[in-house]
T-cell receptor, first 110, second 115 residues
């Protein structure tokens, strides 16, 4: 079974609104990463947060990590239609192996 | 474009046939990974290489699956006697491999359809 679980499974918002996705995992990790995947294509790395970090920003993205709750959140501010995609969290408990959740499908309506 | 490349992008085969996919990582990357992704799910780890050494294999990788990275550069993933359940997107990724916090860069994937 997958290590990470994203919530919600699907999210639909209007352009300009913020989108928040959550990820929960089960075991201790070294770091957690968020990826975006447009329909039928490869994954694009968005942001990496280490286990000793609590928050990280990159442009319109904000990621938080709570290791005590084994959870992370991805916030996309001022969403755009081009943000429509599936978003996955991936945990790295050991070097070389990433364990992905099943993703949140985000639809941003223009 | 110096990203990860995969060939072919699409493969349709009949059940029982063998297929081979190729992955060319980013040139200075030491680690190479293979994942499988089915519709509506996240990628599942299959195996990874540090240079030419295959360091970990998932239990998902049955005896029909074999991966190689003979010179520590490109890699091939072969599936023998394909089954309909093998239909999926096969993703390759690479990373520098110098720390546990390496970012993995993914290729566009090879979509396999087994009829």
């Amino acid at each position: 079974s997958q290590q990470g679980e994203e919530d919600p499974q699907a999210l639909s918002i209007q352009e300009g609104e913020n989108a928040t996705m959550n990820c929960s995992y089960k075991t201790s990790i070294n770091n957690l990463q968020w990826y975006r995947q447009n329909s039928g294509r490869g994954l694009v790395h968005l942001i990496l947060i280490r286990s000793n970090e609590r928050e990280k920003h990159s442009g319109r993205l904000r990621v938080t990590l709570d290791t005590s709750k084994k959870s992370s959140s991805l916030l996309i501010t001022a969403s755009r239609a081009a943000d429509t995609a599936s978003y996955f969290c991936a945990t790295d408990a050991s070097a070389g192996k990433s364990t992905f959740g099943d993703g949140t499908t985000l639809t941003v309506k223009p | 474009d110096t990203g990860v490349s995969q060939n072919p992008r699409h493969k349709i085969t009949k059940r029982g046939q063998n297929v081979t996919f190729r992955c060319d990582p980013i040139s200075e990357h030491n680690r190479l990974y293979w994942y499988r992704q089915t519709l509506g799910q996240g990628p599942e780890f299959l195996t990874y290489f540090q240079n030419e050494a295959q360091l970990e294999k998932s239990r998902l990788l049955s005896d029909r699956f074999s991966a190689e990275r003979p010179k520590g550069s490109f890699s091939t993933l072969e599936i023998q006697r394909t089954e309909q359940g093998d239909s999926a997107m096969y993703l390759c990724a690479s990373s520098f491999g110098h720390s546990p916090t390496d970012t993995q860069y993914f290729g566009p994937g090879t979509r396999l359809t087994v009829l």
